[in-house]
Each structure stands twice: as structure tokens, then as C-alpha cells.
């Protein structure tokens, strides 16, 4: 099993690798100069020279890759009396704790992974994430909590009702609204039809975030601001849930043990949820585990719309100022997601059956 939990973790570590090489890549050649960016206006030769070199960017490419690798890694090498050098790393941009001295000057350190400064607001990254990332985990958590429940019941009642009226109406339902309509239109349209034309009625507002500043009494959390974009945010999860659960569902259903639990003269109730259900659930959680991380990554537009205050609208404004570490950071930070949810659903899968390890 330690072997099986090793090679999941390594695949993991080749999938960083490859997307942070990805992104570092993707994001140089996009046009646009940082300099420009943080200058503004007030840009001169000798000004954009300066903000070249105190990011790294004046060095050629292969070598501000090392660095950004240096950067992102937990062991990094340091070299602070020779800038110019292949190593060169400051280590006045965070803290850090020596390890090992290879010499007067270069010295391995062990620090968190260092994801740059913004552009504009000149914050860390990493403190951009720390402040928003918790919202988003929340928005995108309620948002598969709704969807699994109201997902797997929906499902029952399909499977129940097989080729009825209900079935049907259910199926076209979520086809249209969950498979086939965008985030940001559902959005729109949820926004406009609870938070305004119904809000008298449902008492929900069109935009807020799940803590709001009020004067007298500072920051408030405001739990019904959460309904409507996790509504949103569920949508599409909630329409391959009910699919998942109906189809599995009835599979199950036709089972010979289920023929025979109906020989015995149990009720159909008891036969769903005491015999079938627990077996038909298998591919939902497997989807289920799958989709936090996805929802995090595709709350952008959906977090834009509400005025959610997470990751994805911090993500937007990053883009529409151009401000590339905090694209770059985020993006690395949902890919690290993506990759620990699905090596902790293999070691799962390994220790419930043992034929996934062999394979």
C-alpha cells in the first residue's frame, strides 16, 4: 500500500510540474509588459529598467524558469552575493530557515512556496489567496452539498417513476438548465428572477458576499447571501447527480437479489433505500469527489456575478488589469487541488478495493 500511496504522489508531483512549466510559458508569451503595468503613466527607460531587474524579467527565459521554480519549491537555493548568478534568489522577499551551507554564499533553505508579489497592489499572492480562498471553498462546498441531496432525491424519484410524465420532466429540466445553458447565463438569470423580481417574497439579494461591512458593527456574516450563487454553482452537478443516481439506480433495481428481497415480500420503500440505494451510490460519490475541486476552478464567473468575494473575482479583476502572479498563483493553486483530491480518492479506492493497487 506504501508503494501504491508513493506513485500517486509522484504522478501528482509530475502533473505540478507540467502545469507550472505550462503556465510559465503560456503566461511569457502573452503580450504585455509587467513594467507597463505597474508604471502606469509614469513609465521611463530607466524606471521600466529598474522593475525589469528587481522582478528578473531583464534575464533570459530558461533562466527566469529556474527561478520560478526556485520560487514555488519548499527547498530552495539561495545566493545573495551574486545576482547575476544562474541561483540568484532574494532572500529578503520572505521567510525562510537555512538548512544546508554550500559555500560563502549559496545556502539551501526550506520555506513556503513563494507565488510573487501583484502587479498592482503589490501584496503577496499567496496573502491574496489566504484571504479569498476560504469564501470560495465554502461557496463551491455548499454548492455540492445542495446538488448531492436534491441531486440523489431527484434521481430516486426519476428511477421510481421510470418513462412517467415526472421522469421526463425532471430529465428535460436538468438536460437544459444543467447540461446545455452556461454558468453565467444561469447566473443572470437566477440573480435577476430571486434577488429582484421575487425578492420581496424571498428576501435575497442580487449580489453580496458572506460577510458584509457594516458600519457600526464591522464585518457581518450574511448566510442567505450564500443561497443564490450556490444555487448557480450547483446547477450543473445537480442535473449529472440526478442522471448518475437514476440510471445506476435502476441498474441495480434489476438485480437478482432485488427480485429476490421483492419474492420475500418486502415493500418497494424498504427495497430502495435498505438494499438498492447503497449500491447505486458508488459512481455518485465518485463524482461527487471530483467535482469540489472543479466547482472551486468554475466559480469565476459565477463569483463575478454575485460579487461573491473569493478567488474568482479576484482571478477576473487580475485578468481585466493584467496582473499575471495572481492568474499565475491561482491557477497553480487549483491545479494543486485538483491533484490532492484525486491522489486522496485513488488511496481511498486502494484501501476499499485491493484490484486497484494491482492494476
Known amino acids: 500500500m506504501g508503494k501504491f500511496i508513493l506513485k500517486k504522489i509522484l504522478y501528482g508531483l509530475v502533473v505540478l510540474l507540467g502545469v507550472i512549466t505550462t503556465i510559465f510559458f503560456l503566461f511569457n508569451v502573452l503580450p504585455g509588459d509587467p513594467a507597463s503595468v505597474m ?44 545576482e547575476d548568478d544562474l541561483s540568484y534568489l532574494n532572500p529578503d522577499k520572505y521567510s525562510w530557515m537555512p538548512l544546508i ?18 502587479y498592482i497592489t503589490k501584496r503577496d499572492v499567496s496573502s491574496i489567496i489566504r484571504a479569498t480562498l476560504p469564501e470560495t471553498a465554502v461557496l463551491a462546498f455548499t454548492a455540492i452539498v445542495i446538488a448531492s441531496v436534491i441531486g440523489i432525491l431527484l434521481g430516486i424519484v426519476t428511477a421510481v417513476k421510470k418513462n412517467t410524465l415526472l421522469d421526463k420532466s425532471i430529465f428535460f429540466i436538468a438536460t437544459v438548465f444543467g447540461m446545455s445553458a452556461p454558468s453565467f447565463l444561469v447566473g443572470l438569470l437566477v440573480a435577476w428572477l430571486f434577488g429582484y423580481v421575487l425578492a420581496d417574497y424571498t428576501g435575497l439579494n442580487p449580489s453580496g458576499s458572506l460577510y458584509d461591512l457594516d458600519v457600526w458593527n464591522g464585518y457581518e456574516l450574511k448566510l442567505k447571501n450564500l443561497i443564490l450563487p450556490a444555487l448557480t454553482l450547483g446547477v450543473r452537478p445537480l442535473s449529472i447527480v440526478i442522471q448518475l443516481t437514476r440510471s445506476s439506480l435502476l441498474d441495480v433495481l434489476s438485480q437478482d437479489y432485488i427480485r429476490t428481497a421483492k419474492a420475500k ?22 463524482a461527487i469527489s471530483g467535482w469540489f475541486a472543479g466547482l472551486m476552478a468554475g466559480a469565476v464567473f459565477v463569483e463575478k456575478i454575485f460579487s461573491w468575494k473569493g478567488i474568482g473575482n479576484e482571478v477576473v479583476d487580475a485578468l481585466n488589469n493584467n496582473d499575471l502572479p ?21 488511496i481511498i ?11
Do not use: C, E, W
Request: net charge positive.
Open 39 to 82: 508604471l502606469g503613466q509614469r513609465a521611463n527607460k530607466d524606471a521600466i529598467d529598474a522593475i525589469h531587474k528587481d522582478l528578473g524579467t531583464d534575464r533570459p527565459l530558461l533562466q527566469q524558469y529556474l527561478n520560478y521554480l526556485n520560487d514555488l519549491s519548499p527547498l530552495s537555493l539561495h545566493n545573495y552575493k551574486n
Open 101 to 118: 551551507a554550500l559555500g560563502n554564499s549559496d545556502i539551501i533553505v526550506l520555506k513556503y512556496p513563494y507565488l510573487r508579489k501583484s
Open 265 to 286: 415480500g418486502l415493500s418497494f420503500t424498504r427495497i430502495v433505500f435498505r438494499h438498492a440505494l447503497k449500491n447505486a451510490l458508488n459512481p455518485v460519490i465518485t
Open 326 to 346: 495572481v492568474v499565475m498563483g491561482a491557477t497553480l493553486i487549483f491545479a494543486s487541488i485538483f491533484v490532492v483530491i484525486n491522489i486522496i480518492v485513488d
Open 349 to 359: 479506492y486502494g484501501i476499499l478495493d485491493p484490484r486497484v493497487r494491482v492494476k
